[in-house]
């Protein structure tokens, strides 16, 4: 367990690393408890502005447990609200998560445990980040498959700690799936230039919301490295089902 910039590194399987991981785990809980309040005080836990109107409720819910897929970035944005508040957030799986673009979305580095190996207990690692954290950001192994059992006992645990689960990829029982269905990039000349922004459509599905689906333009990132909205209104959209 070691320090990068100012975020808090722990890994389980690094090169030098305890072999007990679990007491690994436990030495870093002792140290986060050590730091600074890692709790909310309220059970609606807002995200970014840009995103709130994709979230039933418009923020995260304490207990809550959300899915995303297709970028890293589009996580990241939902850990900076709960961070900006004062709250303790955690990444676990992603060991090619930069810590300047985490900082540049506006996620405190101060208050961020990052957990980019934690090998084939990482279910465990998750369930001991919960206990001491308000958002446990985490991309599971190639491999793995959650079952309904495991999210489920998840859940409870959630719930108990007030505690929420932001998912990469697959994951049952998410309260919503934030997906990117449209992209593109700005920046770009005739075969020369830089990347300096990215257009992004986010659509979101939710069970509360009885079949409808929620999307959004965003800027993700803009030339600022800033998440930003584009349309100022959500769209709502009905599936269409066909007959028969």
Same mark, same amino acid.
């Given at each position: ?27 870093? /809980? ?6 600074? +309040?890692? =709790? ?30 297709? !970028? ?10 709960? $961070?900006?508040?004062?709250? %303790? ?5 992603? @060991?090619?998560?930069?810590? #300047? *673009? ?8 101060? +208050? ?9 207990? %990482? ?55 934030? !997906?990117?269905? #449209? ?14 922004? +990215? /257009?992004?459509?986010?659509?979101? *599905?939710?069970?509360? %919301? /009885?079949?409808?689906?929620? $999307?959004?333009?965003? %800027?993700? @990132?803009?030339?600022? /490295? ?8 959500? =769209? ?9």
């Amino acid at each position: 367990m070691f320090e990068s910039g100012a975020a808090v590194v722990a890994d389980p399987i690094a090169p030098g690393a305890p072999g007990d991981r679990t007491e690994v785990v436990r030495d870093l /809980q002792a140290r986060i408890r050590a730091m600074q +309040r890692n =709790r909310l005080d309220t059970r609606a836990i807002p995200t970014h502005p840009a995103l709130a109107d994709l979230l039933p409720g418009g923020a995260l819910a304490a207990g809550g447990q959300y899915r995303v897929a297709g !970028s890293t970035t589009l996580g990241l944005a939902l850990l900076q609200g709960p $961070s900006a508040a004062g709250a %303790w957030c955690a990444v676990v799986g992603m @060991p090619d998560l930069g810590v #300047e *673009a985490a900082a540049g979305i506006g996620v405190d580095l101060e +208050r961020l445990v990052l957990v980019p190996h934690p090998g084939d207990q %990482w279910m465990a690692v998750v369930s001991a980040l919960v206990d001491v954290v308000s958002v446990v950001l985490v991309r599971p192994p190639a491999r793995a498959r959650v079952s309904e059992a495991m999210a489920g006992k998840l859940a409870a645990r959630l719930r108990q700690r007030e505690a929420v689960l932001v998912a990469m990829g697959d994951w049952p029982r998410a309260d919503a799936a934030l !997906s990117i269905t #449209e992209s593109a990039w700005a920046g770009l000349g005739a075969g020369f230039g830089h990347l300096t922004a +990215r /257009q992004v459509t986010v659509s979101s *599905a939710s069970a509360s %919301w /009885q079949g409808r689906v929620k $999307s959004r333009r965003l %800027w993700l @990132p803009d030339a600022s /490295q800033h998440v930003a909205a584009i349309e100022p209104r959500v =769209r709502d959209v009905v599936p269409l089902h066909r007959a028969g």
